[in-house]
C-alpha cells in the first residue's frame, strides 16, 4: 500500500474530469503541519497559472469530482488553493488490520518486477578491505535487499579488482613463499604481502624484471601462472567474506564478476568501437571523444580505452561490464554505488555505452554516489598515525566499544549475552550511522554519537524494539494470540496509525531515488510517533477495558514489526532483550 499514490491517482483522475491538462499533477505529499489534514494535494495552483484561472476555483472544482471512496474522511480548501485531506479512521484501522495478519505487513510485491543489476563493494583482491569500502559495500546491499522485497529480481555484481600489472609483483613474491608456506599462511596479512612484495619490486635486483614476467605468462593464459592467481583470488576473496559475514552483508562469492571476467572482450569491443568510427587513434592511444559532454569551448571529453603500449583501462572494463549487465542479464536498471568521486568516469563510461548502443534505451544507468567518511579532524577518516583504517580492525572495535556499553549498562548481564548484544548493536551502530546520512554527503565518524541510545541511532531503535516486545512479556501474551478491531480514538492513536500505514510509501521512495536514508528517517519518526502513543495512551494499566488494550497491543506489534522489517532492509538485526 502506497497512500501517496492512491491519493495521486484520486485526484489526478479529478483534476482530468475537471478538464485540466494531463501533465499538471496533484503533487500530493503528507502534510507538514498539524492541523492541515493528513496530506496535502498542492496542484491546483500551478494548474490554475497555467489555464489562466481562480485556483481556489479550480480546487472546488477538483473536489466536485474527487471520488472519496472511504478512503478519504473530508478534503478542505485552504489559502491560495491548497487541498487539506483528511483521511478516514475507519479506513486507516482497517488497512492496520489488514497488516497485521499479513506476512509482509500488507505490502505487496511489485506488478512490475524488473531486473536491477547492482554494482557495490568492489574491493581490491590485492589488499585487505579498508574503511573506504565500508560505504559502497553497505548502501548497496541495503538497495539489493529493499529492491528484492518489493520483488525485483536483484542480482548483485562484486566487480572486484583482480587484475592488472601489480598481479605480476603480487605472483612473483607468492611464488617464493611458497617455497616455505601454503598459500593460506603466505596470504594471512594481505597487506603485509603487499608491502613485502612492493619493496622488493623497488629495492631487489631482477625481482621487478621477474614481476613483469608473469604479467605476460598471466595475460597469455599460462595454465602454472594462471593456477598461482587463481589461489591468490580464493584466498584474498575469503578475506572479504569474513568481513561481509561480520556485517550482515549479503554478498556471496557466486556474486563476484572480477575485472578479469571481460578481459576476452576488450580486444573486440575496443575493434568495434574502432570500425564503427566511435573510437580513433590519437597519439598512439585509442580514445572516444563524447562531444556529448564537451566543455564551455566545444572540446570533446576524451575517454581513453586503450593505451598506446596496448594495455587495457577501467573505462574499457566498464563498457564491458555494461555491454554484459544489458545483454547478458537483461538488466532493466543498472544502479553503481560507488564513490562520488568517479562521477566523470561513470558519466563518460554511461555517455560511452549509449553512444554504441550496448544497451536499449530503456535500460537505465544510475550512478548512486556517496561522499567520505571523515574523522573529527573534517579529514577523510585515518588511523591515528595517518594510515589507511582497516574494515575488519574498525568491526572489531565496534564491537567492543558496544559491549563495554552493554556491560555498563546492564551488569547483571552473562559474558555470552554481552557479547552477543555487543556484536549486534556494535555492527548496527556503524552501518546505520551511514546509512542515516544522505548519502551524497561527507560525514564524520564519530564512536559516541553512533553507539547512543537517544536520537536518531540503531542503538535507540533496537533498544525501542525490545522495549514494544517487553510489553506483551509482561502481559503474558503472544501477538498471534491478538483479537478484536483496532480504535483509533485519540490523536496519538490516529498519528501512530497514520505512521504505520506509511510504510510502503517510504520503501516505494527509496526505490526509486535510492537514498535509504529516507527509510531510516522514517523509523525514527515511528519509533517517536510510538513513544507519543505510549506516554499518553496505557496499554496495561488498570483501567483500559479489553477492547483497548487488545486494540493497543495490535499497535505496539505493528511497530515492533515495522521497526524490525525497516531495520532487517538496512542489514541491521534487533533483539529480543537487550
Known amino acids: 500500500m502506497n497512500i501517496r499514490q492512491l491519493l495521486t491517482d484520486k485526484f489526478q483522475a479529478a483534476m482530468l474530469a475537471a478538464g485540466i491538462p494531463a501533465d499538471c499533477g496533484p503533487i500530493v505529499a503528507p502534510a507538514k503541519k498539524a492541523g492541515f489534514g493528513d496530506y496535502q494535494a498542492n496542484g491546483a495552483m500551478g494548474a490554475a497559472k497555467r489555464m489562466g484561472t481562480n485556483p481556489r476555483e479550480l480546487a472546488a472544482k477538483i473536489l466536485e469530482h474527487l471520488d472519496t471512496g472511504d478512503m478519504i474522511d473530508k478534503v478542505e480548501i485552504a489559502g491560495p488553493g491548497f487541498l487539506n485531506i483528511h483521511l478516514s479512521e475507519t479506513w486507516l484501522a482497517a488497512e492496520l488490520k489488514a497488516a497485521e495478519a499479513s506476512e509482509r505487513l500488507g505490502i505487496d510485491p511489485v506488478a512490475e518486477p524488473q531486473t536491477v543489476v547492482i554494482d557495490y563493494s568492489h574491493p581490491n583482491l590485492a589488499k585487505e578491505m579498508h574503511v573506504g569500502h565500508l560505504r559502497s559495500t553497505i548502501i548497496g546491499d541495503a538497495l539489493a535487499r529493499l529492491l528484492e522485497f518489493q520483488g525485483h529480481k536483484v542480482t548483485r555484481q562484486n566487480h572486484m579488482g583482480d587484475w592488472g600489472t601489480q598481479f605480476g609483483m603480487l605472483l612473483a613474491h607468492l611464488s617464493d613463499k611458497l617455497q616455505d608456506n601454503d598459500a593460506e599462511v603466505a596470504l594471512a596479512d594481505l597487506e603485509k604481502f603487499y608491502r613485502e612484495a612492493k619493496i622488493r619490486f623497488d629495492d631487489e635486483d631482477g625481482f621487478a624484471d621477474r614481476a613483469r614476467e608473469y604479467v605476460v605468462k598471466l595475460q597469455g593464459g599460462d595454465p602454472e601462472c594462471l593456477k598461482l592467481w587463481q589461489q591468490f583470488i580464493d584466498i584474498s576473496i575469503s578475506h572479504s567474506e569474513e568481513i561481509y559475514d561480520k556485517l550482515n552483508v549479503t554478498l556471496k562469492r557466486s556474486d563476484v564478476y572480477g575485472e578479469s571476467q571481460y578481459n576476452d572482450d576488450l580486444p573486440v569491443l575496443v575493434k568495434e568501437l574502432l570500425d564503427r568510427g566511435i573510437a580513433v587513434e590519437d597519439q598512439g592511444a585509442i580514445v572516444v571523444f563524447l562531444e556529448e559532454m564537451a566543455d564551455k569551448e566545444g572540446n570533446p571529453s576524451p575517454m581513453i580505452i586503450q593505451k598506446k603500449g596496448g594495455g587495457y583501462l577501467y573505462a574499457t572494463t566498464d563498457l564491458a561490464a555494461i555491454r554484459y549487465r544489458a545483454n547478458q542479464l537483461h538488466a532493466d536498471r543498472i544502479l553503481y554505488v560507488v564513490d562520488a568521486r568517479q562521477s566523470l568516469h561513470l558519466q563518460q563510461a554511461f555517455t560511452a555505452s549509449r553512444k554504441a548502443g550496448f544497451l536499449p534505451e530503456a535500460t537505465s544507468l544510475e550512478h548512486c554516489a556517496f561522499g567520505t567518511m571523515m574523522g573529527d579532524d573534517g579529514k577523510p577518516f585515518k ?196
Not at 395 to 411: F, S
Not at 467 to 473: A, E, H, Q, T
Open 383 to 578: 588511523t591515528r598515525t595517518g594510515g589507511t583504517v582497516k574494515l575488519a580492525a574498525l568491526l572489531d572495535e565496534a564491537i567492543e566499544r558496544a559491549q563495554q556499553l552493554v556491560a555498563n549498562k546492564n551488569p547483571g548481564l552473562s559474558a555470552g549475552e554481552c557479547a552477543q548484544i555487543g556484536r549486534v548493536v556494535g555492527i548496527g551502530a556503524v552501518k546505520y550511522a551511514d546509512l542515516s546520512k544522505t548519502r551524497t554527503n561527507d560525514y564524520a565518524f564519530n564512536w559516541d554519537s553512533m553507539l547512543s541510545f537517544e536520537g536518531n541511532t540503531a542503538p535507540y531503535l533496537q533498544y525501542a524494539y525490545t522495549r514494544v516486545r517487553s510489553i506483551f512479556r509482561r502481559a503474558g501474551i503472544e501477538p498471534s494470540e491478538l483479537h478484536g478491531d483496532i480504535k483509533l480514538d485519540t490523536e496519538e492513536e490516529r498519528a501512530l496509525a497514520i505512521k504505520l500505514c506509511q510504510f510502503g510509501e517510504v520503501l516505494d521512495q527509496v526505490a526509486k531515488d535510492t537514498f535509504p536514508h529516507v527509510l531510516c528517517s522514517y523509523l525514527y519518526d515511528l519509533a517517536s510517533a510510538y513513544m507519543a502513543f505510549y506516554e499518553a495512551c496505557p496499554v496495561l494499566k488498570e483501567g483500559v477495558s479489553e477492547e483497548q488494550k487488545q486494540s493497543r497491543l495490535q499497535l505496539c506489534d505493528l511497530v515492533a514489526r515495522t521497526i524490525a522489517g525497516g531495520l532487517d532492509l538496512l542489514g541491521i538485526e534487533v533483539l529480543e532483550k537487550m
